[in-house]
């Protein structure tokens, strides 16, 4: 806003200078005097002769010669430049209305407030999200109770801000709380964490402790969840080498096991964690409303500029639920694979999902309607190789 602020004001400035340099009105004010000048030579007009009038016309003319009009007229020319380009500058630092690329959208409050209450649980203000929900006199959010939601969080949360000082222990019981709804009962991550809590026993140079926690927690029952923490490597081998750093106990970091101590460790086990406990409780990793402010930050100035230019076009297109273009948000955005019908050209919906042909070939599901001509038995030939095939042979796909 302030480059825009002063790009205004250099056009302003621009502008002004012309507009001093202006040929046309030192030209009139010479031509004012000459008259002037002759009326006070000759303070009687009846006495003119015809001589003297043809002499005054012909310094008038000289006055506003071709070149003196052709000074005028480029000048005239410049100025309009500049006075378009103190327009744009203008527009561009005005604020952009992007009321014009949502035209009569309103966001149901009540959708809003839950959409927030959500966020601010995500990224674990509790105690802001609390006070919202009092006030916005919220009981659920998508079917599941407040309270229920605040408390699974909470317990996420603590078990991965304990991660953050180094401490597996609340993210392994909260694991072992959860396996019957973690992918593959959690093994993977339980693994990761008791190996994290093995290595920071063996760091802080307590070799006895960590040999009792290799015995109690990593042993038989862990050597199998080895497997699905790195599924190329032997878990019983893992369970031998960990066993061999305990002779480097205190000075893990000068020893052929200092990879173990590498801090990275504990920050993918917790960004483990909290990606399968987010994918448990049915949430999204990323805040929600922070992907849906940076997914409107690439798609609103095309659509705003969409806006400027079609005008009641992009209106009627937008009243009817549709975008008149397509906005390509990037890879970031792309949670499942977009499929384009090759007859219609249509992107597949809810409404009309793509169709496997017996041949192999696939279409939308409106495509086939057509061809079919409604009835499941009717043979029809694939749009893309000879095959021929009925409605009721297409299989619908779930993208
Ligand atoms: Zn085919």
């Known amino acids: 806003?302030?480059?825009?602020?002063?790009?205004?004001?250099?056009?302003?400035?621009?502008?002004?200078?012309?507009?001093?340099?202006?040929?046309?009105?030192?030209?009139?004010?010479?031509?004012?005097?000459?008259?002037?000048?002759?009326?006070?030579?000759?303070?009687?007009?009846?006495?003119?002769?015809?001589?003297?009038?043809?002499?005054?016309?012909?310094?008038?003319?000289?006055?506003?010669?071709?070149?003196?009009?052709?000074?005028?007229?480029?000048?005239?020319?410049?100025?309009?430049?500049?006075?378009?380009?103190?327009?744009?500058?203008?527009?561009?630092?005005?604020?952009?209305?992007?009321?014009?690329?949502?035209?009569?959208?309103?966001?149901?409050?009540?959708?809003?407030?839950?959409?927030?209450?959500?966020?601010?649980?995500?990224?674990?203000?509790?105690?802001?999200?609390?006070?919202?929900?009092?006030?916005?006199?919220?009981?659920?959010?998508?079917?599941?109770?407040?309270?229920?939601?605040?408390?699974?969080?909470?317990?996420?949360h603590a078990a991965c801000a304990a991660m953050g000082a180094r401490d597996?222990?609340?993210?392994?019981?909260?694991?072992?709380?959860?396996?019957?709804?973690?992918?593959?009962g959690g093994a993977a991550l339980r693994f990761m964490l008791h190996r994290l809590q093995f290595v920071e026993c063996l760091a802080a140079g307590d070799s006895r402790g960590a040999l009792e926690y290799l015995r109690s927690?990593?042993?038989?029952?862990?050597?199998?969840?080895?497997?699905?923490?790195?599924?190329?490597?032997?878990?019983?081998?893992?369970?031998?080498?960990?066993?061999?750093?305990?002779?480097?106990?205190?000075?893990?970091?000068?020893?052929?096991?200092?990879?173990?101590v590498a801090p990275a460790r504990w920050a993918h086990a917790r960004e483990r964690l909290a990606a399968d406990g987010m994918r448990m409780l049915g949430l999204c990793r990323t805040p929600p409303l922070l992907e849906l402010v940076d997914a409107g930050a690439i798609a609103l100035p095309r659509l705003h500029k969409l806006a400027t230019v079609l005008q009641t076009k992009y209106e009627a297109a937008v009243a009817s639920r549709h975008l008149p273009i397509e906005v390509d948000l990037g890879p970031r955005f792309q949670h499942h694979s977009v499929f384009c019908c090759p007859v219609s050209r249509e992107v597949s919906s809810a409404g009309n999902l793509p169709s496997l042909l017996p041949c192999g070939h696939v279409i939308s599901a409106e495509s086939l309607a057509k061809l079919a001509r409604g009835s499941r038995n009717l043979r029809f030939k694939c749009p893309y190789c000879p095959s021929e095939s009925t409605l009721g042979a297409a299989l619908a796909l779930t993208l």
């Open 1 to 156: 806003m302030a480059d825009g602020a002063a790009a205004v004001e250099l056009a302003m400035d621009k502008v002004r200078k012309k507009q001093r340099t202006d040929p046309v009105g030192p030209r009139l004010d010479e031509m004012v005097a000459l008259l002037r000048g002759w009326l006070d030579e000759h303070p009687s007009p009846s006495a003119h002769d015809a001589a003297e009038v043809e002499a005054l016309v012909r310094r008038l003319e000289a006055a506003a010669s071709p070149d003196a009009k052709a000074e005028a007229h480029e000048h005239h020319k410049e100025l309009s430049a500049l006075v378009g380009k103190l327009g744009k500058a203008i527009d561009k630092a005005a604020p952009p209305r992007l009321d014009l690329a949502l035209p009569g959208l309103a966001f149901p409050p009540r959708l809003m407030d839950e959409a927030i209450f959500s966020h601010l649980l995500s990224v674990g203000l509790f105690d802001v999200a609390e006070t919202l929900r009092q006030e916005a006199r919220l009981e659920s959010v998508g079917g599941r109770p407040c309270a229920q939601l605040a408390s699974q969080l909470r317990e996420l």
């Open 217 to 260: 927690q990593l042993a038989e029952a862990t050597a199998r969840e080895a497997a699905a923490a790195e599924p190329l490597d032997d878990p019983r081998a893992q369970l031998r080498r960990l066993a061999g750093a305990i002779a480097f106990a205190g000075r893990l970091r000068a020893s052929p096991y200092a990879e173990l």
């Open 168 to 184: 597996a222990r609340p993210a392994i019981e909260w694991t072992a709380r959860h396996a019957a709804r973690l992918a593959a």
